[in-house]
């Protein structure tokens, strides 16, 4: 057997190994920032380095492209020995076998699944020691399946039920939404802050247990902390036969090719094997002088051999390798590249290609119809960032201080859930609030993309040789020396007095200083302007107002004049009327 799977097989793992996938969080209500976001994508990128991720995603790819499925798991544990915070891990799982998903599920990851299974075999010492108050177990008394109990090991088995519950949350007065048994536990600090329940209605969600199995009894049950069945998986190809869902391998298709190879391979091999040895044909007589070494010439090798007669014994012609053969298993290999999509440039074999733009797109062809895998292995990445982000609020629900690694792997540390002073400026971030999205960003590293970058700083520096005093630090700073930083810093030093002000925030031009200058006297001249405006208005509504008292005091004066007159002109008008009537009497 000459097996040819494990090169295409590496292409594809090794490729996923350099192009990592990263998880990224981004804020998506008013209950979050973005530096709160960058903090938590510095704790998931911690997360991943104290747990050893990349083996994990290696080994779950690796299984996914070799059986067509593998797994990974995310944990909870305690950050030290000596400590009671606790920190998320991710954990490999080496052995797919030893995992039972949901059958139902149909989703390209756990998200629907509602129930899982991880087994273990394990020592019975060890079952004994870990499980001291579990019932004692007579081995010999219990009839247990051959696939729970053997001579010195038990299994043991992990399950996860995930089912919807139904809960009420309560909208409060400060526009936080709690659960109502949290709201109902906590009434009396909510009714001495004044805060009170506005409105609440029914919600559904999910509660996940964990129970940890033996063949005859439970040993474990607990609560998750999350929402999710933290184990995630790496799917291969998914194909759907008689109604049943499916995983396959990279080389699934490929394996009669592979056995079509391996047939044609050991057919010439046995074909030229059994093909005799050629001999020596001469006259006869050529052969009585050293007639032992012209008996052992096809065995052993002589420094000379005699020969009578003038015409020296010739040796017959090999007929050669079988020519079907050898071109039937070439036509085998072929058929595995094609089934695969894999080819002799992405394999790194000479090929009919010869110019660079030619190799990198039959690379980029491979890259292509392998692409599928390592999307899938982003889409496990980013069901893992949502089972992390759910249980961040309970796992790093105090005040602590964490570390945090940016995407160059400096590493800092950060105040989480209590206000900090940084620079002068209070900051806050609350991991136990807000709500946050994943992504995935499938490339090179960091390291590959400084290495690329700092390549292409020195092929421009070469053709335009001017620009070396001006960014000759941040070349500096992009290479791989021992060193390299304090380069940087000395050649940054020497840099243009106009290029440092602009670096440290100052303004260098004087054009722009006076245009800055100009403009500040014109606010303050329109700013002067506006305020003898506003006092020659004010002054105008002085003015008016005691224009109208005046006009109502002369109004007054008037109505008080007409009423004396008309009261007059009433007066005279009865006198005259009854100085009328008397004289009229005295006639009569």
Not at 60 to 65: F, G, H
Not at 263 to 291: C, M, Q
Request: proline share 4%.
């Amino acid at each position: 057997t000459i097996n040819r799977m494990p090169s295409f097989l590496r292409q594809v793992i090794n490729d996923a190994r350099i192009n990592t996938p990263s998880i990224k969080a981004h804020p998506v209500d008013s209950g979050d920032d973005k530096e709160t976001a960058e903090v938590i994508n510095g704790l998931v990128k911690n997360i991943e380095v104290s747990s050893n991720a990349d083996v994990a995603y290696d080994t779950a790819l690796e299984c996914a492209v070799t059986g067509g499925f593998g797994y990974f798991r995310i944990d909870i544990d305690y950050a030290h020995d000596d400590s009671f915070d606790k920190d998320i891990m991710i954990e490999r799982i080496v052995n797919p076998l030893t995992v039972y998903g949901d059958p139902a599920s149909e989703a390209c990851d756990a998200s629907d699944w509602r129930y899982g299974f991880i087994t273990e075999m394990i020592p019975k010492s060890e079952y004994e020691r870990r499980w001291k108050k579990s019932e004692k177990v007579d081995w010999e008394a219990y009839s247990i399946d051959a696939d729970w109990l053997s001579e010195e090991s038990v299994r043991v088995a992990e399950y996860w039920s995930r089912e919807e519950v139904s809960k009420t949350i309560c909208l409060m007065s400060n526009g936080a939404v709690i659960d109502e048994d949290d709201y109902e536990k906590n009434r009396e600090l909510f009714d001495l802050a004044e805060i009170t329940c506005v409105k609440d209605r029914k919600t559904a969600s999910y509660k996940v247990m964990h129970y940890v199995l033996s063949g005859c009894e439970v040993l474990e049950e607990t609560e998750w902390s999350g929402r999710y069945i933290p184990i995630i998986p790496v799917y291969g190809d998914e194909v759907f036969v008689d109604g049943k869902r499916h995983f396959l391998s990279l080389i699934r298709f490929a394996k009669d090719a592979q056995r079509q190879y391996n047939y044609w391979r050991t057919t010439s091999t046995e074909l030229v094997a059994l093909a005799p040895k050629a001999p020596f044909i001469g006259p006869k007589g050529s052969f009585n002088s050293d007639a032992e070494k012209w008996a052992t010439a096809n065995v052993k090798s002589h420094a000379y051999i005699e020969y009578d007669g003038g015409m020296p014994p010739q040796r017959q012609g090999f007929a050669g390798p079988p020519a079907g053969a050898i071109q039937e298993a070439l036509n085998a290999s072929d058929d595995m590249k094609s089934i695969m999509g894999i080819y002799d440039a992405s394999l790194g074999a000479r090929s009919n290609e010869t110019s660079g733009r030619a190799i990198m797109a039959r690379q980029r062809e491979g890259d292509v119809g392998t692409f599928n895998f390592i999307d899938n292995l982003s889409r496990a990445m980013r069901y893992a960032g949502r089972v992390i982000i759910d249980l961040l609020p309970s796992v790093y629900d105090s005040k602590r201080i964490i570390r945090v690694i940016g995407e160059d792997e400096s590493n800092k540390q950060v105040t989480i859930n209590d206000e900090y002073e940084d620079n002068g400026v209070m900051k806050l971030h609350d991991l136990t609030i807000g709500k946050y999205d994943v992504t995935v960003q499938t490339g090179p590293s960091y390291t590959t993309k400084r290495e690329e970058s700092s390549g292409q700083m020195m092929e421009m520096l070469r053709v335009f040789p001017q620009a070396a005093p001006i960014i000759g630090d941040l070349v500096a700073k992009n290479l791989d020396w021992p060193g390299a930083d304090k380069i940087a810093e000395r050649l940054k030093a020497m840099l243009p007095p106009q290029i440092q002000q602009l670096e440290s925030g100052k303004v260098a031009d004087p054009q722009a200083q006076a245009a800055i200058a100009q403009m500040n006297n014109q606010m303050q001249q329109m700013q002067a302007q506006m305020q003898q405006g506003m006092q020659y208005i004010q002054k105008l509504q002085d003015e008016n107002k005691m224009l109208k008292q005046s006009a109502e005091v002369d109004m007054a004066r008037i109505n008080a004049d007409v009423e004396k007159a008309r009261l007059a002109s009433a007066t005279k008008l009865q006198d005259t009327r009854l100085s009328g009537e008397q004289d009229q009497q005295e006639i009569i």
